[in-house]
């Protein structure tokens, strides 16, 4: 059977708590024994001193003043239990007997008439004994409140135990209860100790684990229909040529297909990393002119056709990869619409920057490349936090690109 934290805690504490109460009772008893014979021994020895003092002054040994001592001269006078549990030589002994009694003794070495000789004194201490009186007389009383002192410290155990473990277990409980893609929120999340630490972690964590799940999601959802078109493109044109050999057209389709596949492979893989590549303040003209020169280097379009407003200096916060990854696909698929002999005009104005195409009038519309792009440069910006709108129409093409400002 699997035993809950709060079970462990609680039978440690419990454990502990009865551990504690024997061995303070059990160190309670000893004290008190240990008094009881400090006291007796502490009788004797000042009686001791005075029969001492009146053999010196009177030669003979006279009978104790006490009721509870008695003196004897020789060893065999003693009773026959005491010297039955203590030998002759013992300086002192303490004995036990059956009837009830309970003797302390005590031999003294002393000099008489030039001669030495050892007498015994032995108190009969029974009546004095406390300890054993009280445990008889109070002893269900102390009995009584040392049960109930030790349920009182049980329930406290209990209560300490439950108390504690329960943001645990709460934690726990939100944690078995989280459902892929729902908000990830614990509750002792603002606590400012090492539960709270623990619920931000493992906030942070699920957040991220499922940030990571919709990313996968989505890139191989992207992949399944953002290639699709190209693939089919390109199959087609090779079942063609295995018929006939293939035209300008038909090369100039696949050599296109080839392209789109690359830029959106290129995007894909941007996207799969937005999260990992840092934005900040970047320089949007200089990223606008590379694009410029690599159209002018992969496509036959004459430049002079390009009108360009745009100020000396462009600073916005976002990611140069991912920026220039738009630019090129709006430069290239203003192209692709308006031909080799369209004119292109990008300007900035009011914190927008706009992308324009001229499209030739009686030129068939051409979707190819360009519809199924759209999401993909709209998750571009949207990755940057950048906002992007597309304006179609008979005879020209815009794309406004409105970046993050620096505030």
Do not use: K
Request: hydrophobic share 45%; aromatic share 6%; glycine share 6%.
């Amino acid at each position: 059977m699997v035993r809950s934290i709060r079970q462990r805690l609680f039978a440690a504490l419990a454990g502990f708590t009865v551990l504690l109460c024997l061995c303070y009772t059990g160190l309670a008893l000893v004290i008190a024994y240990v008094t009881e014979d400090m006291l007796v021994q502490r009788l004797l020895e000042r009686e001791a001193a005075v029969v001492s003092q009146r053999l010196r002054q009177h030669g003979e040994l006279t009978p104790s003043g006490s009721d509870l001592i008695t003196v004897y001269g020789r060893y065999l006078d003693l009773p026959q239990a005491v010297r039955a549990q203590v030998p002759a030589s013992a300086p002192r002994g303490e004995v036990f007997t059956t009837t009830g009694q309970h003797y302390h003794v005590l031999a003294l070495d002393l000099v008489a008439a030039g001669q030495p000789q050892r007498a015994y004194l032995l108190a009969d201490v029974a009546p004095v004994l406390v300890v054993q009186r009280l445990a008889r007389e109070v002893g269900g009383v102390v009995a009584g409140m040392a049960l109930a002192l030790i349920a009182l410290a049980l329930l406290l155990a209990y209560w300490l135990a439950r108390r504690l473990v329960l943001p645990l277990q709460r934690l726990a409980q939100e944690a078995r209860q989280l459902a892929p893609g729902g908000a990830v929120h614990f509750s002792e999340r603002d606590r400012p100790d090492e539960i709270g630490f623990l619920a931000r972690r493992l906030e942070t964590t699920f957040a991220e684990l499922q940030t990571v799940l919709r990313r996968e999601q989505v890139f191989a959802r992207d992949v399944s229909h953002e290639l699709r078109t190209p693939l089919t493109l390109m199959h087609n044109s090779l079942a063609l040529a295995g018929a006939q050999p293939l035209t300008a057209d038909g090369q100039a389709q696949l050599r296109q297909g080839v392209d789109d596949m690359r830029a959106t492979i290129e995007v894909l893989f941007a996207l799969a990393r937005a999260e990992q590549l840092p934005g900040d303040v970047m320089e949007l003209r200089a990223c606008i002119e590379q694009c410029l020169l690599r159209l002018l280097d992969e496509h036959p379009w004459d430049a002079s056709l390009l009108a360009l407003d745009l100020p000396e200096r462009l600073e916005v916060v976002g990611n140069p990869q991912l920026t220039m990854l738009l630019i090129n696909n709006c430069l290239a698929n203003a192209l692709f619409h308006g031909g080799p002999a369209c004119r292109i005009r990008i300007a900035y104005a009011q914190g927008s920057l706009s992308i324009g195409n001229t499209v030739p009038a009686g030129q068939p519309r051409r979707i190819q490349g360009f519809a199924h792009g759209q999401s993909l440069l709209g998750r571009v910006a949207q990755a940057m936090r950048w906002e992007i709108r597309f304006h179609p129409g008979e005879a020209h093409y815009r794309v406004d690109i409105i970046p993050l400002q620096i505030r």
